[in-house]
């Protein structure tokens, strides 16, 4: 049940709050230069903590530079336009869900409608122990948030009543300028093919080759039958594991791909950052310019 592709997908820049971005003014120059150059989003990364030291599972080294993303996002809506400004992915057992929604709703209300809310289940334990996160419950615990911001931004009387979170007869306003604002479930798991489903309107799949792409998109096909999927199909975004071109990205868009989301160097010099950013631009590896 995916959606068939555009002829050409969309592109995005993952990691607008990591590394050079981590600098304000850096951060400033390059997310203009990434909209002048017609990319349709910017994607910021969610590690509240890292192990120190590095564990083998973590992404980075505990002293990375890594924004926490909605204040970042938040930056880069004042200086930009239309580029869309999306969580890659939030770790939503990690939040407060009602503060998340609060904050989520203000960062879609400033930037005029353009927030992509993208979350996931998470994998750091470390990170989410620190955080009070009961690893073996974080799948059913991150299904009830999802419920509860959706009830807040949507709901005439928003409530929600589980184990992780008990709310009813409060209300928080404004609520977000896009109806509904877009949540991306993220994961290669099973479960999170369920999750994306039933919750999601899109899809997020991370460091994919088109192989991994078309195998993921065959179990998502499973699981939206599986749940009894209402409503349009998922759309597909995928951030790919190889540098782009035109053969490549027409590959993607083949399997069902609307966009596609350039991962960054996680600690580049800033010269290497904007070379990747020129390099990847739409039209010049056969993409559609936003």
């Known amino acids: 049940m995916i959606d068939s592709a555009p002829a050409l997908p969309v592109v995005g820049l993952f990691g607008a709050n990591l590394g050079p971005f981590a600098d304000p003014a850096t951060a400033t120059r390059l997310a203009r230069r990434a909209e002048r ?11 509240v903590v890292l192990p120190a030291p590095r564990t083998p599972e973590s992404p980075l080294e505990p002293d990375q530079p890594l924004l926490e993303p909605l204040v970042a996002l938040t930056h880069l809506a004042s200086r930009t ?52 996160v009961p690893v073996r419950e974080r799948g059913a615990q991150m299904d009830e948030y999802l419920r509860a911001v959706r009830s807040l931004w949507e709901d005439e009387h928003p409530s929600q009543h589980g184990k ?31 999750r994306a489903a039933r919750y999601g309107d899109e899809w997020f799949g991370f460091r994919l080759s088109p192989a991994a ?44 791909v609307h966009r596609l989301v350039v991962i960054t160097p996680y600690n580049p010099e800033t010269a290497l950052l904007e070379e990747l950013v ?3 631009a739409p039209e010049l590896i056969g993409a559609r310019p936003h």
Not at 37 to 47: I, N, P, T
Not at 231 to 241: E, H, K, Q
């Open 278 to 280: 020129e390099r990847n």
């Open 37 to 47: 150059l017609g990319y349709e989003s910017l994607w910021a990364a969610d590690h």
């Open 164 to 194: 992780f979170v008990d709310f009813a007869g409060v209300d928080a306003h404004p609520r977000p300028r896009q109806r509904p604002v877009p949540l991306l479930v993220g994961g290669h798991s099973r479960a999170a093919h369920r």
């Open 81 to 132: 336009e239309r580029i869309r400004l999306g969580t890659g992915c939030i770790v939503l057992p990690q939040r407060n869900p009602l503060v998340l929604a609060k904050q989520l709703a203000s960062l879609d209300v400033v930037s005029d409608g353009r927030l992509l809310f993208g979350t996931a289940v998470g994998y750091l334990e470390p990170e989410l122990r620190a955080l009070g």
């Open 213 to 256: 792409t078309a195998e993921q998109l065959r179990s998502l096909a499973g699981a939206a039958a599986e749940v009894g999927r209402q409503g349009p199909p998922l759309r597909i975004t995928v951030a790919p594991s190889r540098p782009l071109d035109p053969d490549t990205v027409r590959a993607y868009a083949e399997l069902g």
